[in-house]
């Protein structure tokens, strides 16, 4: 339980001595501050990026303050399936099991582009590069303890969404959006599509009797490369001294903003199918409570057809044995 007259803090998570936690697109922004707050409770964490010299920068600044910090690289491209397969052989090679996998990594296209198999870009990235990594690391997500009586939380499965799910749609003649195609809506589908993921993904945790949880976040809004590099404008007015003053009345600094993953991941009370978001107006900024996904998030019927989509275009098909 938060410290008594606070909200939820890094402070209020228990030690995971002895976890692994995998955190893709953990170079800079929320994975960055995510990764350090699990490897600050004793996790081994894994950075998985596309990047690989900001991963090793990146792993430089958190063991920077903390010396004790057990860390590991992985390559990990979400927009091409082939280097998905081979980041998660790497993470199956290296770790025998995976306490917390966060699917924190997302891309916000300034123009329609492709991934390296040929999908929409924000849709191929955000949500298959999520879904087939997760897949692939299934069998080595430590799901068999579950909740424990000392505390410490089970297996866990994070998918970090947004906001912007709220205005999603999901139009299953056109993946590709050849007709319909937008910045905003491209963005917005994809973190639906990773939302009904999350959700769906606890369903059949659920049905096979697995003790493990798939639960969401999102961070409201925060100081994130998402957001900043969409437009010269953007850029000016999160980096402009003139402008921060503003901005931080609405918007909160990435440590903040990864508060609603960090305690999906680690709080021995959260449960499968739980979304966390910024308690404050409109979930913008704020301690990290439950809210409430998009009516249209929950719709069973169209996250079972979108898993068996996410199905036939990765060829990552689930066991829950």
């Known amino acids: 339980m938060p410290r008594s007259g606070a909200g939820w803090t890094s402070a209020d998570a228990p030690r995971l001595d002895g976890r692994t936690a995998v955190v893709t697109g953990a170079n800079s922004g929320l994975g960055l501050e995510t990764a350090r707050a699990l490897a600050r409770l004793g996790a081994t964490v894994v950075l998985a990026c596309r990047n690989l010299d900001a991963a090793t920068i990146a792993a430089e600044d958190i063991t920077a303050t903390d010396h004790d910090a057990d860390l590991a690289i992985v390559r990990l491209d979400l927009s091409d399936l082939a280097a998905v397969r081979e980041a998660a052989d790497t993470i199956r090679a290296d770790?025998?099991?995976?306490?917390?996998?966060?699917?924190?990594?997302?891309?916000?296209?300034?123009?329609?582009?492709?991934?390296?198999?040929?999908?929409?870009?924000?849709?191929?990235?955000?949500?298959?590069?999520?879904?087939?990594?997760?897949?692939?690391?299934?069998?080595?997500?430590?799901?068999?303890?579950?909740?424990?009586?000392?505390?410490?939380?089970?297996?866990?499965?994070v998918t970090v969404t947004s906001a912007a799910h709220r205005k999603g749609s999901i139009d299953f003649d056109d993946l590709p959006m050849d007709h319909n195609y937008s910045v905003p809506a491209a963005y917005a589908r994809s973190k639906l599509a990773e939302l009904m993921f999350a959700i769906e993904l606890q369903r059949r945790l659920a049905a096979a009797g697995m003790p493990g949880a798939s639960?969401?976040?999102?961070?409201?809004?925060?100081?994130?490369?998402?957001?900043?590099?969409?437009?010269?404008?953007?850029?000016?007015?999160?980096?402009?001294?003139?402008?921060?003053?503003?901005?931080?009345?609405?918007?909160?600094?990435?440590?903040?903003?990864?508060?609603?993953?960090?305690?999906?991941?680690?709080?021995?009370?959260?449960?499968?199918?739980?979304?966390?978001?910024?308690?404050?107006?409109?979930?913008?900024?704020?301690?990290?409570?439950?809210?409430?996904?998009?009516?249209?998030?929950?719709?069973?019927?169209?996250?079972?057809?979108?898993?068996?989509?996410?199905?036939?275009?990765?060829?990552?098909?689930?066991?829950?044995?």
Request: charged share 20%.
């Open 215 to 321: 639960l969401a976040a999102h961070p409201g809004a925060s100081y994130s490369g998402v957001m900043r590099d969409q437009s010269k404008i953007l850029n000016w007015a999160f980096t402009s001294p003139r402008m921060r003053w503003l901005l931080n009345l609405f918007v909160q600094e990435p440590d903040r903003g990864a508060l609603p993953a960090l305690r999906a991941a680690t709080d021995p009370a959260a449960f499968g199918g739980q979304f966390y978001g910024p308690s404050g107006r409109l979930e913008a900024t704020g301690s990290p409570v439950l809210v409430s996904p998009a009516d249209r998030a929950v719709d069973s019927a169209v996250a079972q057809r979108l898993w068996d989509v996410a199905e036939e275009l990765t060829g990552v098909r689930y066991s829950f044995d």
């Open 95 to 157: 770790h025998r099991q995976v306490d917390i996998l966060v699917n924190n990594a997302g891309v916000m296209s300034k123009a329609r582009s492709f991934t390296a198999d040929g999908f929409e870009l924000d849709f191929g990235t955000n949500f298959l590069g999520h879904y087939a990594l997760t897949g692939l690391l299934l069998d080595r997500i430590n799901f068999s303890r579950g909740e424990r009586s000392d505390g410490r939380c089970g297996g866990r499965v």
